[in-house]
């Protein structure tokens, strides 16, 4: 039964409009610290169109494409990574964007605030106010 519209265009159909060194171009943008995004614009302007949703489609689906960009993705975290390390003592160096950057790049989190927040949520939703300032109390006391 046909449904009618444009048959979907296999990653393999689409490496034809692809550079012939198209796996080195994009493991060389991500080795310089390139995003998804940039690559996504690397991909449109070979093909003439991309959209989100082939992306994940083939990230899905297309194991050469999504090795690929599990690959780049590691190659671009150690980019990152390494320009926070090697900048550790520079002065002019922002410790502030990098982790920032970081945090939306990658996903980097404080974890420990997180867990503790969580925790404490659950443990004080469950006590009555007497418990709760009982609880306080003797925290209190233990901090000095």
């Known amino acids: ?18 550079p012939t060194d ?3 171009l994009i493991l060389g943008e991500y080795s310089e610290g390139a995003s ?3 690559i996504k614009a690397m991909i449109w302007r070979w093909k003439g169109s991309f959209s989100n949703d082939l ?9 050469e494409f999504s090795e ?3 690959q780049g993705r590691v190659f671009s975290n150690c980019w990152w990574e390494k320009k926070g390390r090697k900048n550790l003592e520079n ?12 945090k939306n790049r990658f996903g980097w989190a404080d974890k420990v605030k997180q ?14 106010d007497d418990e709760l300032e009982s609880r306080i109390k003797t925290l209190k006391n233990k901090i000095g």
């Open 1 to 18: 039964m046909n449904l009618g519209g444009r048959p979907k265009e296999t990653f393999q159909e689409a490496k034809e409009k692809f």
């Open 22 to 24: 198209w796996f080195d």
């Open 36 to 38: 998804d995004v940039e």
């Open 55 to 63: 992306w994940d489609r083939w990230f899905k689906e297309e194991p």
């Open 68 to 70: 690929t960009i599990k």
């Open 91 to 102: 002065k002019d160096f922002s410790a502030t964007l990098f982790y920032m950057n970081m």
């Open 115 to 128: 867990e503790v927040n969580i925790t404490t949520l659950d443990i004080t939703e469950s006590m009555t």
